[in-house]
């Protein structure tokens, strides 16, 4: 059995200050620092005239603070299961931005996002909570209207491999970088909680739902091991 939506809020909701780390806040994926800044810079190069910004999994908003490194004055809509965790990062976009700040605390699979209200929406480790197929399509397509004509959206991800063999180098892969991290406890834990909390599915998948969704042009900024970032723009 996964773990149900009040037990992934409640583990994030004691996890507050970690991600709260811009540097260090997600350590346990791989090229985290990396994916951040590429993931902001292509919202901001594909957008460039964004006025509003979709947060979905906010965190402690580390994405949407890079974001504004380079789109400064944004409005920002942050969505987020934690309370504590969405209190925060309402604390830190707000110091950052000019422009206004509105946190949603819910489930991006239960929340009225409404139609063409964002220019470039960011999903950093958070869809792979989604469970089943059905599910992924219908959050790409919420996502794709709530999106503006010209706009985008920008994901991070864990995702795993169609190929069983390749999925098994890429674990162990995995493993290793964890283990160096700190140390075999650590990797265990990791990989426990992943199996009770996560349903990551290939890149190609997430890629076709987005195209399904209506993101005709989507791209793979990164992808190591066992994540991957990568986006669609909506024409």
Request: hydrophobic share 45%; aromatic share 8%.
């Given at each position: 059995?996964?773990?149900?939506?009040?037990?992934?809020?409640?583990?994030?909701?004691?996890?507050?200050?970690?991600?709260?780390?811009?540097?260090?806040?997600?350590?346990?994926?791989?090229?985290?620092?990396?994916?951040?800044?590429?993931?902001?810079?292509?919202?901001?190069?594909?957008?460039?005239?964004?006025?509003?910004?979709?947060?979905?999994?906010?965190?402690?908003?580390?994405?949407?603070?890079?974001?504004?490194?380079?789109?400064?004055?944004?409005?920002?809509?942050?969505?987020?299961?934690?309370?504590?965790?969405?209190?925060?990062?309402?604390?830190?976009?707000?110091?950052?931005?000019?422009?206004?700040?509105?946190?949603?605390?819910?489930?991006?699979?239960?929340?009225?996002?409404?139609?063409?209200?964002?220019?470039?929406?960011?999903?950093?480790?958070?869809?792979?909570?989604?469970?089943?197929?059905?599910?992924?399509?219908?959050?790409?397509?919420?996502?794709?209207?709530?999106?503006?004509?010209?706009?985008?959206?920008?994901?991070?991800?864990?995702?795993?491999?169609?190929?069983?063999?390749?999925?098994?180098?890429?674990?162990?892969?995995?493993?290793?970088?964890?283990?160096?991290?700190?140390?075999?406890?650590?990797?265990?834990?990791?990989?426990?909680?992943?199996?009770?909390?996560?349903?990551?599915?290939?890149?190609?998948?997430q890629l076709d739902a987005l195209r399904r969704a209506g993101f005709m042009q989507v791209d793979v900024l990164h992808k190591n091991s066992c994540f991957a970032a990568f986006g669609g723009v909506k024409h």
């Amino acid at each position: 059995m996964k773990s149900s939506v009040a037990e992934i809020r409640e583990r994030f909701d004691a996890d507050v200050e970690r991600f709260s780390n811009l540097t260090t806040g997600q350590s346990a994926t791989v090229d985290a620092p990396l994916a951040m800044a590429l993931v902001a810079e292509a919202a901001a190069v594909v957008t460039p005239h964004a006025r509003h910004v979709l947060d979905v999994g906010c965190g402690a908003g580390n994405y949407t603070l890079k974001l504004l490194e380079y789109l400064p004055g944004l409005d920002v809509t942050l969505i987020d299961l934690s309370r504590p965790m969405l209190d925060r990062a309402v604390e830190r976009v707000g110091r950052a931005t000019t422009g206004s700040v509105t946190p949603i605390q819910g489930d991006i699979r239960e929340v009225a996002l409404g139609e063409q209200q964002f220019d470039t929406v960011l999903a950093a480790a958070v869809l792979h909570h989604l469970r089943t197929d059905d599910e992924w399509d219908a959050v790409s397509a919420s996502l794709h209207r709530a999106v503006r004509p010209g706009g985008s959206v920008w994901v991070f991800d864990l995702v795993e491999s169609a190929i069983p063999a390749v999925q098994r180098m890429m674990w162990r892969r995995y493993g290793e970088y964890l283990t160096g991290l700190r140390d075999a406890a650590y990797r265990d834990q990791v990989f426990a909680y992943i199996e009770r909390e996560d349903t990551p599915r290939p890149l190609a998948f997430q890629l076709d739902a987005l195209r399904r969704a209506g993101f005709m042009q989507v791209d793979v900024l990164h992808k190591n091991s066992c994540f991957a970032a990568f986006g669609g723009v909506k024409h």
